[in-house]
């Protein structure tokens, strides 16, 4: 069974750091890309960060990029997203999601052929 689970959120100051994690299972890891996405109250889900699990590459939404850093670690089939510098616009819950094709965009990154979700982790960053 695949499986995607996600941890590390909380409650953090803005300025604050927080590392989530993303734990993977059911599946070859290195198969697919995993990405970070993001939905806050009211607002549409965004993608946050992708990393391509086999060669390391990443992608990151150009609001989040030089503060968060994505990495993946293969041997733990885990993928963690560091967050740094957190702005109360990052409050969101966090979700990780497996895919099969990642695209480089202007302003962010595309993700396709997304078929498991993990059920995400509340990240609430306080003024």
């Known amino acids: 069974e695949v499986q995607l689970v996600e941890s590390g959120g909380g409650l953090v100051q803005a300025g604050g750091s927080l590392r989530l994690s993303c734990a993977a299972s059911g599946f070859t890891f290195d198969d697919y890309h995993i990405g970070w996405f993001r939905q806050a109250p009211g607002k549409e889900r965004e993608g946050v960060s992708c990393i391509s699990t086999r060669d390391g590459r990443t992608y990151y939404v150009d609001s989040v990029k030089g503060r968060f850093t994505i990495s993946s670690d293969s041997a733990k089939n885990m993928v963690y997203l560091q967050m740094n510098s957190l702005k109360p616009e990052d409050t969101a819950v966090y979700y990780c999601?497996?895919?099969?094709?990642?695209?480089?965009?202007?302003?962010?990154?595309?993700?396709?052929?997304?078929?498991?979700w993990g059920k995400g982790t509340l990240v609430t960053v306080s003024s």
């Open positions: 999601a497996r895919g099969t094709i990642v695209a480089e965009t202007t302003e962010t990154f595309e993700l396709y052929g997304l078929d498991h």
